[in-house]
C-alpha cells in the first residue's frame, strides 16, 4: 500500500438532474476547505482541486477566471497525459495563502468527440474514450497525491450515473485501499418533488451497484436553491419543513447505510453575483461559498431516527 503519511479526501458530487446546483455545492466544498486551510484549520489542505467532469459543459471557466485570463486556460481534455502539471489552473482568490485552489476544467464548448490512438488505429467508439478518460483522471489524481501534499479532490460530474460515472467511482474506492484517500459520495436535490422523487429512484435503482459491502460516507444534500424556507415564512400556505422531508428520503431508501441528509441554505450572495451586470468575480464573493454550520454539522441519519 502506498501511503504518503497523510489523510488525502476525494469528494465526488453528482446529481439526478441538471439545475439543482450541483457545480455550486462542489464550488462550495472547495471555496470553504482553502478558507479553512487558509487559517489553519480543518483539515489543512495544502492543494485543493476542483476537476470538472461534467461533460455537458460546465460554465466555471467563466466564473473563476477574469476574461483577460482565459485564454491561458489549459483544459484537461486538450492535454496529453504527460503534461499533467500544467491542466492545473490556479484559481486567484485574492488573498495570500499557502493553500492553492486548482481547477482542472473541460472546455466548455468542446464537441467531445475527439480521436484516440491505439496500436495505431484510430478508435471513436464510446467506450474506448471513456476508458481512457477513466485512465487520464486516475492518472493525474495519483500525481497529484504522490506530491506528497496533502490533497483534497472535488470532483464535479455529468448528472446521473452513467457507466463512466460508476467507473470512476468503482476506481476511486480501489484508490482508497492503494492510498490514504477517504472517499465521500454527495448527491444534490432541490425540494422540487420530482427531483427529489428521481433521486431516491436512481439511488435504489443503483442500490446493486453501489452497495459491495464497502463502507460509505454518502450525503444527500436538500438545497434550497429556491428560498423555499424564505417563501414558508411568508405564505402561512407553503409548509417547509426540511427534517421532515429527510426522514421521509430515508424510509424510502433501500440502502441508508451510512447516508446523511444534509441541508443547505438559500445563499443570495451566490445568486446575485451571477445575475447578468451585477456579476461579482469569485475573489470578492468567497464568503457566499462557504458551507454554513448547520450544514455541516446538522443532518439527519437513519440512526438518529432510530434512536429518538
Same mark, same amino acid.
Given at each position: 500500500?502506498?501511503?504518503?503519511?497523510?489523510? &488525502?479526501?476525494?469528494?465526488?458530487?453528482?446529481?439526478?438532474?441538471?439545475? /439543482?446546483?450541483? @457545480? $455550486?455545492?462542489?464550488?462550495?466544498?472547495?471555496?470553504?476547505?482553502?478558507?479553512?486551510? $487558509?487559517?489553519?484549520?480543518?483539515?489543512?489542505?495544502?492543494?485543493?482541486?476542483? +476537476?470538472?467532469?461534467?461533460?455537458?459543459?460546465?460554465?466555471?471557466?467563466?466564473?473563476?477566471?477574469?476574461?483577460?485570463?482565459?485564454?491561458?486556460?489549459?483544459?484537461?481534455?486538450?492535454? %496529453?497525459?504527460? /503534461?499533467?502539471?500544467?491542466?492545473?489552473?490556479?484559481?486567484?482568490?485574492?488573498?495570500?495563502?499557502?493553500?492553492?485552489?486548482?481547477?482542472?476544467?473541460?472546455?466548455?464548448?468542446?464537441?467531445?468527440?475527439?480521436?484516440?490512438?491505439?496500436?495505431?488505429?484510430?478508435?471513436?467508439?464510446?467506450?474506448?474514450?471513456?476508458?481512457?478518460?477513466?485512465?487520464?483522471?486516475? $492518472?493525474?489524481?495519483?500525481?497529484?497525491?504522490?506530491?506528497?501534499?496533502?490533497?483534497?479532490?472535488?470532483?464535479?460530474?455529468? %448528472?446521473?450515473?452513467?457507466?463512466?460515472?460508476?467507473?470512476?467511482?468503482?476506481?476511486?474506492?480501489?484508490?482508497?485501499?492503494?492510498?490514504?484517500?477517504?472517499?465521500?459520495?454527495?448527491?444534490?436535490?432541490?425540494?422540487?418533488?420530482?427531483?427529489?422523487?428521481?433521486?431516491?429512484?436512481?439511488?435504489?435503482?443503483?442500490?446493486?451497484?453501489?452497495?459491495?459491502? @464497502?463502507?460509505?460516507? +454518502?450525503?444527500?444534500?436538500?438545497?434550497?436553491?429556491?428560498?423555499?424556507?424564505?417563501?414558508?415564512?411568508?405564505?402561512?400556505?407553503?409548509?417547509?419543513?426540511?427534517?421532515?422531508?429527510?426522514?421521509?428520503?430515508?424510509?424510502?431508501?433501500?440502502?441508508?447505510?451510512? +447516508?446523511?441528509?444534509?441541508?443547505?441554505?438559500?445563499? $443570495?450572495?451566490?445568486?446575485?453575483?451571477?445575475?447578468?451586470?451585477?456579476?461579482?468575480?469569485?475573489? &470578492?464573493?468567497?464568503?457566499?461559498?462557504?458551507?454554513?454550520?448547520?450544514?455541516?454539522?446538522?443532518?439527519?441519519?437513519?440512526?438518529? +431516527?432510530?434512536?429518538?
Amino acid at each position: 500500500m502506498s501511503d504518503n503519511g497523510k489523510k &488525502n479526501k476525494l469528494i465526488m458530487v453528482n446529481s439526478f438532474k441538471g439545475g /439543482t446546483g450541483k @457545480t $455550486s455545492v462542489a464550488l462550495s466544498q472547495c471555496i470553504y476547505n482553502w478558507k479553512m486551510s $487558509s487559517e489553519g484549520g480543518g483539515e489543512n489542505y495544502q492543494d485543493i482541486f476542483f +476537476v470538472d467532469i461534467d461533460r455537458l459543459g460546465t460554465s466555471l471557466a467563466y466564473s473563476l477566471f477574469l476574461e483577460k485570463d482565459r485564454k491561458a486556460i489549459h483544459y484537461f481534455d486538450e492535454y %496529453p497525459e504527460k /503534461t499533467f502539471d500544467i491542466i492545473c489552473n490556479e484559481v486567484n482568490l485574492g488573498e495570500q495563502s499557502g493553500n492553492k485552489l486548482y481547477a482542472v476544467l473541460l472546455n466548455p464548448v468542446a464537441k467531445r468527440k475527439q480521436d484516440y490512438m491505439i496500436r495505431g488505429r484510430l478508435q471513436q467508439h464510446e467506450v474506448v474514450k471513456q476508458d481512457i478518460f477513466i485512465e487520464r483522471l486516475l $492518472s493525474f489524481i495519483k500525481k497529484c497525491i504522490n506530491t506528497g501534499e496533502r490533497s483534497l479532490f472535488v470532483v464535479d460530474c455529468s %448528472p446521473g450515473l452513467s457507466d463512466l460515472e460508476r467507473g470512476l467511482l468503482e476506481e476511486f474506492y480501489r484508490l482508497k485501499g492503494e492510498y490514504s484517500l477517504l472517499i465521500e459520495e454527495i448527491y444534490v436535490t432541490t425540494f422540487d418533488a420530482s427531483q427529489i422523487r428521481k433521486t431516491i429512484e436512481c439511488l435504489n435503482d443503483c442500490f446493486d451497484y453501489l452497495h459491495k459491502g @464497502t463502507k460509505r460516507d +454518502v450525503s444527500i444534500v436538500l438545497n434550497d436553491l429556491h428560498n423555499c424556507q424564505g417563501l414558508s415564512r411568508d405564505k402561512d400556505t407553503i409548509i417547509f419543513d426540511w427534517e421532515d422531508t429527510a426522514k421521509k428520503i430515508l424510509d424510502k431508501l433501500k440502502d441508508r447505510t451510512g +447516508v446523511k441528509i444534509r441541508f443547505k441554505q438559500y445563499e $443570495s450572495g451566490q445568486l446575485k453575483s451571477c445575475i447578468i451586470e451585477n456579476e461579482r468575480h469569485i475573489s &470578492n464573493n468567497t464568503n457566499s461559498y462557504t458551507l454554513q454550520q448547520e450544514y455541516r454539522n446538522g443532518y439527519i441519519s437513519i440512526e438518529q +431516527v432510530e434512536g429518538q
